[in-house]
T-cell receptor, first 114, second 111 residues
Framework: EPEVTQTPSHQVTQMGQEVILRCVPI?????FYWYRQILGQKVEFLVS????????KSEIFDDQFSVERPDGSNFTLKIRSTKLEDSAMYFC????????????FGPGTRLTVT | ELKVEQNPLFLSMQEGKNYTIYCNYS?????LYWYRQDPGKSLESLFV?????AVKQEGRLMASLDTKARLSTLHITAAVHDLSATYFC???????????FGTGTRLKVLA
């Protein structure tokens, strides 16, 4: 069964450093998303991406964040200058169509900022 | 701003008992999703509800949607330990590419 994959599974970085989180969505899916989940809390929407551009972003997704689909398979989330409060689990998800479809989530990347 | 609230936030129940988790949302949407998350794991889709009155069942779980009341329920029948997890509902805003998740309900089923 096709699945969303994410790398790395755990990333430790120092405050102020740049990180890139990588995702490979399911191959025939068209819509891609990033979420974050601070430990034990709810899942927060960051950004959605379709047709090589951002479709929607939340207030969390400020100028420190960017997303890119550099090739036909990868979907990346970059945090330019990490802060302590960026420590969280980051999930990538994809759907085949816009509305009415369940999202398929990757296993997540745990980001720890020290 | 769309708010999605679940209650209860925590639920501890005995095996064999029935219970209902509620998901309320604050704006118009015809589409609601339920996900399960085991500790330290990702989210797994349980149900997709796409219209008013929709009801879906899988094993001991049944989900329903009342769009007029802006309410979805996840009913657990004769709970078993394997159902212990955190359950999230999510709503997608009509006309947008944005999904908003509820606060989550952490369910613990005691043997």
């Amino acid at each position: 069964e096709p699945e969303v994959t994410q790398t790395p599974s755990h990333q430790v970085t120092q405050m102020g450093q740049e990180v890139i989180l990588r995702c490979v969505p399911i191959s025939n899916h068209l819509y891609f998303y990033w979420y974050r989940q601070i430990l034990g809390q709810k899942v927060e929407f960051l950004v959605s991406f379709y047709n090589n551009e951002i479709s929607e972003k939340s207030e969390i997704f400020d100028d420190q964040f960017s997303v890119e689909r550099p090739d036909g398979s990868n979907f990346t989330l970059k945090i330019r200058s990490t802060k302590l409060e960026d420590s969280a689990m980051y999930f990538c998800a994809s759907t085949p169509r816009l509305a009415g479809y369940e999202q398929y989530f990757g296993p997540g990347t745990r980001l720890t900022v020290t | 701003e769309l708010k999605v609230e679940q209650n209860p936030l925590f639920l501890s129940m005995q095996e064999g008992k029935n219970y209902t988790i509620y998901c309320n949302y604050s704006t118009t949407s015809d589409r609601l999703y339920w996900y399960r998350q085991d500790p330290g794991k990702s989210l797994e889709s349980l149900f997709v509800l796409l219209s008013n009155g929709a009801v879906k069942q899988e094993g001991r779980l049944m989900a329903s949607l009342d769009t007029k009341a802006r309410l979805s329920t996840l009913h657990i029948t004769a709970a078993v330990h394997d159902l212990s997890a955190t359950y999230f509902c999510a709503v997608d805003l009509s006309g947008t590419y944005k999904y908003i998740f509820g606060t989550g309900t952490r369910l613990k089923v005691l043997a």
